[in-house]
C-alpha cells in the first residue's frame, strides 16, 4: 500500500471516526472503499466513445409528436412549465 496524507474539514474528520467505531473498520479502510466507489462510478470514457454513444442513440426513442421538428420550441417551454 502507498501512505498518502490527506486534508479533512473538522466535521469530515469527525463523522469519520463516528463510523469507524460503529462499523468496526479503520478510517482508512473507510477511505479506501469511498475512493473505490468513486472510481468504479466514475470511469475514464473517451471523446471517441462519447461520441460513439451519441450516433449510437440517435433515433432510438419516439416521442410521438409529429411536429417536434417545427415546434421544438414550444413543446421545451412547455416542458418546463412556462
Known amino acids: 500500500m502507498i501512505r498518502t496524507q490527506i486534508q479533512l474539514t473538522e466535521e469530515q474528520s469527525q463523522a469519520l ?3 469507524s467505531v460503529r462499523k468496526q473498520e479503520s ?3 473507510l477511505i ?12 475514464d470514457i473517451t471523446v ?10 440517435t433515433g432510438t426513442l419516439r416521442s410521438g409528436i409529429k411536429d417536434l421538428a417545427v415546434n421544438h420550441d414550444k413543446y421545451l417551454a412547455g416542458g418546463y412549465g412556462q
Open 17 to 19: 471516526k463516528d463510523m
Open 27 to 29: 478510517i482508512s479502510e
Open 32 to 43: 479506501r472503499k469511498a475512493v473505490d466507489m468513486l472510481l468504479q462510478s466514475s470511469p
Open 48 to 57: 471517441e466513445e462519447k461520441r460513439q454513444r451519441a450516433i449510437a442513440a
